[in-house]
């Protein structure tokens, strides 16, 4: 107090005082940087996320929203599909229409030609809006509760961004499959790392130091980079050798450092074919434990015959409701930096990672011309049951025509609910 | 802050057996039960007793474990600056090439990119001569203690704390000398400001097995050699039943594995496994812990016998919850 001069107005005298000024010549008197193009914080934890372009893939992430940065993301496909690929080509675009850096690896530029164009389709937007109003009307109250965490899911999180108040920028951006990206102007097409030499000792290497590069220019220019890795191992692009353990380990364990000390701008995901690596073997599960999250999409024939024979039929069904197969999160991003908490507060656990485990809630994912989405999934429910009805159930055990057959009275069963309300 | 169970929660009246002197305490996890809730229990019990505490990470830097062991009221880097608390980093730098006694600033780019890029592309092509570029092996055991680190270093005159551990991108054994090096190096520094003995956490172990190529045997007497110098030893290890059960058809990888964390069962005195639940996923239940004797703990040799126990446990954002099954989390 004495040691105040008394002419100085408080305020100022405030900032003068040694005990604050000393930390606040660099943290306190440069305002902070607003948040780079496409990023937001966590609804969590706050750390930055960025989104995998695919609104329902990052409601899956333990209730971030978004996919940390310095995160990496395995997605694991066991069958010869390639919806992964897709998934992938959604965070690619969003990348791009962000003005991220996109470096793909070990694909050619082929790859990044056929990623999805921005969907022009405002119904896009207002189909979700609606769908999500309509639910909330045909749950009585008493079960709203339940289907809360559904509600939130198919509301995915660009909502927020697509509200017209706030035209600046969009977290997530729809895309049309059957449309081609244009590169607008002010973002930088991807850059590609080729894949490695067929006769290599050490083939990942090459890739390697060309990551570093990026990296390093890419950190000094605090640019956000989306590192893609479609199939890797694949022997279509891979050499023999890379599928070593310690040529792969250590490339993923590298790789992971790299996401630790470029954490404010790096991202990676990584697709892997589980029908060539199987989960059951120690290299594949090594992988697991050095990634960040790890989705298995589990596609289902099936489900595929029956999504065909609607699309074909286009009967009453509409074919963005049948689900191609199943989602598995097998290990769900952090919620808490630091933690092994993987999202369990109310929100947290939205049907998404956390749950999604082994026996948990079933997640589903369906394709669409339009769309990727991940929706919860479950079977079909039996008579009298509650409102259980928005979830289209199927029977996976059933076969094609009575599967089909079973929607149509699922949905009979579930009007007849309605009417009871 | 979240709350943290205390040993005696998670050990129930065996805990005050363990770890004692010259015990070895296995830690395993599978994929999706993290184990980092237990050793952050551990850690502040060792810290908040006073002990030297030498922490090995291969799978996670400081960083990590600094902001994990904040939301539990830990605060690791203060006693990292103490001198209490000794990190072995093996995971940002393991497999870059050494720098030689060269400090890297503050700015990321420099330590990765002139090493790695350095090694490779002045040599004319992309693929480096297996064990080629790790030529200045003696170099690192200079350059740990002048390799200052971004994040960590806080005071510039200080040495940064936080020992790193490089093997090179092709680690060969002599490699795997210096690791070993390393690591009783650091806590032969803490031993000798104090008289206890550190007390060791070791976590990613299995890095070295699966990525450097490191054998088994290489594993154990480095395990053996720190147990030496260390007055407890805390394990931690993956045990997902592909790494451990093997069959005819295991791979070089999953045996080595299942070889390392079987041999270290049967020598530690108690192993805390962490699972999922084998019914399933439920809201309120993380997974199950289980407290196994190990061979190493007789009855008679020591102060008591552990006792076994299976326990559910709850992570969440109000800390670890430790209930007994059927008790139900509320």
Known sequence: MSFRKRSVVLNTSDSSNPASTAPSGAPQSTPPTPPAKGVRPSFLTGVPTTSTGTASLDALLSGHEGLPLGSMVLIEESSTTDFAGALLRYYAAEGIVQGHNVVVVGVGEAWGRELPGLSDRKEDNEDIKKKGKEERMKIAWRYEALGNRRTTDSTPPPQMGTDTSEPVSLFCHTYDLTKRLTIPPSSKPPTYIPPPPPTSASPFSSILSALHTHLSTASSKNSITRVLIPNLLSPLFYPPASSHPTNLLQFIHTLRSLTRQYSQILTVMISFPLSLYPRTTGLTRHLEHLSDATIELHPIPTFLARFEMTKSSSTSTSADDIPQGLVKVWKAIEGKRGTGIVGSSSKGDGSGGVVGMEGGDDLAFMLTRRRMRIERFSLPVDEGDDGNDEHKAHNPSSTVGEGVGGVETGKKKMHKVDLEF | ?330
């Open chain 2, 1 to 330: 802050m979240s709350k943290l169970p205390t040993p005696a929660e998670v050990l129930g009246p065996s805990f005050h057996l363990l770890p004692q002197e010259s015990q070895l305490l296995l830690i395993t996890s599978v994929l999706g039960t993290s184990p980092y809730w237990l050793t952050y229990t551990l850690l502040h019990n060792f810290l908040a007793n006073g002990e030297n505490v030498a922490f090995v990470s291969f799978t996670n830097e400081f960083a990590y474990f600094r902001e994990g062991g904040k939301r539990h009221g830990l605060d690791l880097q203060s006693h990292l600056k103490k001198g209490t608390l000794t990190f072995i980093d093996g995971f940002s730098k393991l497999f870059l090439p050494a720098t030689p006694a060269q400090p890297v600033s503050s700015a990321p780019a420099p330590s990765p990119s002139p090493s790695r890029v350095g090694a490779m592309p002045p040599r004319g092509g992309p693929i480096p001569p297996r064990g080629g570029p790790i030529a200045p092996r003696a170099a690192p055991n200079a350059a740990i203690p002048t390799t200052v680190a971004a994040a960590a270093a806080t005071n510039n005159n200080t040495p940064d704390p936080i020992k790193y551990i490089t093997l090179g991108p092709s680690p060969s054994p002599s490699a795997f000398k210096q690791l070993d090096h390393i690591i009783k190096s650091a806590l032969q520094g803490v031993s000798t400001t104090s008289a206890n003995k550190p007390k060791l956490v070791v976590e990613g172990l299995e890095v070295l097995l699966a990525a450097a190529g490191v054998d088994v045997g290489t594993v154990e007497d480095l395990i053996y050699d720190l147990r030496e110098i260390s007055s407890t030893t805390t394990i931690l290890l993956p045990s997902d039943s592909v790494l451990i059960h093997t069959s005819p058809t295991s791979t070089p990888l999953e045996l080595s594995h299942a070889n390392l964390v079987i041999s270290l069962g049967h020598t530690a005195d108690a192993i805390l496994s962490l699972r999922l639940l084998d019914t399933g996923v439920a809201k309120d239940i993380s997974g199950v812990l289980r407290v196994t004797r190990g061979a190493g703990n007789l009855a008679g040799t020591t102060a008591g016998v552990v006792e076994e126990k299976e326990m559910l446990y709850y992570e969440s954002d109000a800390g670890v919850r430790i209930f007994a099954r059927g008790s139900g989390g509320h």
